[in-house]
């Protein structure tokens, strides 16, 4: 019976049309440089350059202080986000105390399709070990 099924099998995959086998090629090749692409872009990516934008876009906006510890992870799979490694976050330099806030991590999840759209959508925000120094003035605000 089994060498009877490999004959059948053998015969119909000879005359399968070139068309569907170079197709099934091309289709899986697509799928194997997606997968290589997805494991290998973030070991592309210089998160220093990531880094020091997001820092710079937090001084310019609030003219606080970010800082950015040395861990910054990438993922693609299964959803896009990263992970941002011991961050502070300073007062501005009349007021005391110095930090403002400070967290051990944060992780960021942001939605794919909106991302093909160019825009960025974000599904969930993680803080980790966050500590909020807050200061109450005479009116207590």
């Known amino acids: 019976m089994a060498v ?9 995959a000879m005359h399968i049309p070139k068309i569907i086998k170079i197709t099934t090629l091309i289709i899986g090749a697509a799928v194997a440089l997606l997968a290589v692409a997805v494991v290998i872009a973030p070991f592309l990516i210089d998160s220093d350059t990531y880094r020091k934008e997001i820092a710079h ?3 310019e906006t609030t003219g ?9 992870g990438l993922s693609l799979f299964p959803w896009v986000g990263f992970t941002l490694g011991h961050i502070t976050l300073e007062n501005q330099a009349h007021v005391s105390p110095r930090v403002f806030a400070s967290l051990d991590e944060a992780s960021i999840k942001v939605k794919l399709m909106p991302l093909l759209e ?7 925000i993680v803080l980790h070990g966050l500590k909020l120094h807050l200061r109450i003035d005479e009116q207590g605000v």
Do not use: P
Request: charged share 30%; net charge neutral.
């Open 64 to 72: 606080r202080t970010l800082t950015i510890g040395d861990d910054i």
């Open 118 to 124: 160019q825009r960025v959508e974000v599904d969930r």
């Open 57 to 59: 876009y937090v001084k």
């Open 4 to 12: 009877y099924l490999s004959i059948l099998v053998y015969h119909y």
